[in-house]
Structures are given as structure tokens and as C-alpha cells.
Nanobody, 114 residues
Framework: QVQLVESGGGLVQPGGSLSLSCAAS????????AGWYRQAPGKERELVAR???????VYTDSVKGRFTASRDNAKNTITLQMNSLKPEDTAVYFC????????WGQGTQVTVSS
């Protein structure tokens, strides 16, 4: 059974940083495409970052240069380091992994506000 568990969300002031983690069981991140989506209130879920084995991570334009997605194969986790956060980054963030179908984490709230 595949299970993804996110952690690290919270409240941060504009310009601050947060790091999200996603721990997997029942599946190995190192051999499967994975990444992060987010969903803001009243908006559709959007791709934030995609981690493809053997390829550099791909980011949506609005987070390029601010967010970094990475994978720790030893811990079987993926991480989203978010710097220079803006109020428009406020959303629920979901990790996912693809193997035959897409598996999702439960989501973690990130709120950027002064």
C-alpha cells in the first residue's frame, strides 16, 4: 500500500522560508516521477515542481528561482524548499508520485501573511 505523508507547512511572513517534506512508504521515489502541486482557495490545483529521475527538476514559472525540489533516496523522501515566499504562495501543498497511477499526500497548509 502506497502512503505519502507531508510535513512542514505553517504560517510565515512574506519574504520568509519554509521547507516541506514528503515521506513515502510502499513506493520508491528514486525510480518514479514525483513532485508537488498546490491549491489555493477558489483555484484549481496547479503543478509547482516535478522531479524526474535522471533529469533536473522542472518548476512552474511563478516559483522559479525561489523554490527548490529535491529527493533524498536514503530517506525515501522529497523536499520542497521555499524561499522568498509571497502571499500568493498561500495554498495547500500536495506531494505526489506516479507509478501506473498517481498517488497523493494528504496536503499541508502554507500561509504567507504579515
Amino acid at each position: 500500500q502506497v502512503q505519502l505523508v507531508e510535513s512542514g507547512g505553517g504560517l510565515v511572513q512574506p519574504g520568509g522560508s519554509l521547507s516541506l517534506s514528503c515521506a513515502a512508504s510502499g513506493i520508491i521515489f528514486s525510480v518514479n516521477a514525483a513532485g508537488w502541486y498546490r491549491q489555493a482557495p477558489g483555484k484549481e490545483r496547479e503543478l509547482v515542481a516535478r522531479i524526474i529521475p535522471g533529469v533536473s527538476s522542472v518548476y512552474t514559472d511563478s516559483v522559479k528561482g525561489r523554490f527548490t525540489a529535491s529527493r533524498d533516496n536514503a530517506k525515501n523522501t522529497i523536499t520542497l524548499q521555499m524561499n522568498s515566499l509571497k502571499p500568493e504562495d498561500t495554498a495547500v501543498y500536495f506531494c505526489y508520485v506516479d507509478r501506473v497511477r498517481r498517488y497523493w499526500g494528504q496536503g499541508t497548509q502554507v500561509t504567507v501573511s504579515s
